[in-house]
T-cell receptor, first 116, second 115 residues
Framework: DSGVTQTPKHLITATGQRVTLRCSPR?????VYWYQQSLDQGLQFLIQ???????AKGNILERFSAQQFPDLHSELNLSSLELGDSALYFC???????????????FGPGTRLTVT | GQNIDQPTEMTATEGAIVQINCTYQ??????LFWYQQHAGEAPTFLSY????GLEEKGRFSSFLSRSKGYSYLLLKELQMKDSASYLC????????????????FGKGTKLSVIP
């Protein structure tokens, strides 16, 4: 158990819909990262927040957005869902902001999203 | 941009040694990570290399050559529970305007350990 929690564990929804995935980082970690993992693309970095502020952006679609709240939990919002958005979505957390030095990212158990 | 290559699948025998290679092309290199991921589970951290050389951690070792853009993960005394995907990830400078360092993962090597 990494200490990172994600809800829900599974989500099934239809195309065109909007969903929200939730992540709570490990106690004391200020950074939250979101990743998407599909069979053909592997694990892809989406976005990072550090202490409430967006810190790094990867290959995140405009239909997707995220935020980190004052209690440090984070939400990933996916809208206008398409079949290709079906994937495992992982949240990870770390102590540092990712700017310098070694940091270990601890991954949550993931949310499996199925778009039908 | 960056390109990370690792073999898609490997098979090895219980008790043996296996080496999983990873090559990468990137600018502003700032570290290479190895993660283990069992099917349907979260990735877990195995090792981190930022300088050339070998880092040993129990049955697992990781090697880095920055000039060659090359790393390997060495697993000794293989056990059945080592059957998993092994992900190589590179941390480097982001695209302009994209923020701080971020990890880019290879597609992973699925290792099957057989009796």
């Amino acid at each position: 158990d990494s200490g990172v929690t994600q809800t829900p564990k599974h989500l099934i929804t239809a195309t065109g819909q909007r969903v929200t995935l939730r992540c709570s980082p490990r106690s004391g970690d200020l950074s939250v990262y979101w990743y998407q993992q599909s069979l053909d693309q592997g694990l892809q970095f989406l976005i990072q927040y550090y202490n409430g502020e967006e810190r790094a952006k990867g290959n995140i679609l405009e239909r997707f957005s995220a935020q980190q709240f004052p209690d440090l939990h984070s939400e990933l919002n996916l809208s206008s869902l398409e079949l290709g958005d079906s994937a495992l979505y992982f949240c990870a957390s770390s102590e540092g902001d990712g700017l310098a030095g070694f940091y270990e990212q601890y991954f949550g158990p993931g949310t499996r999203l199925t778009v039908t | 941009g960056q390109n990370i290559d690792q073999p898609t699948e490997m098979t090895a025998t219980e008790g043996a040694i296996v080496q999983i290679n990873c090559t990468y092309q990137t600018s502003g290199f700032n570290g290479l990570f190895w993660y283990q991921q069992h099917a349907g589970e979260a990735p877990t951290f195995l090792s981190y290399n930022v300088l050339d050389g070998l880092e040993e951690k129990g049955r697992f070792s990781s090697f880095l050559s920055r000039s060659k853009g090359y790393s390997y993960l060495l697993l000794k005394e293989l056990q059945m529970k080592d059957s998993a995907s092994y992900l190589c990830a590179v941390r480097d400078q982001p695209r302009p305007g994209a923020g701080s360092y971020q990890l880019t993962f290879g597609k992973g090597t699925k290792l099957s350990v057989i009796p």
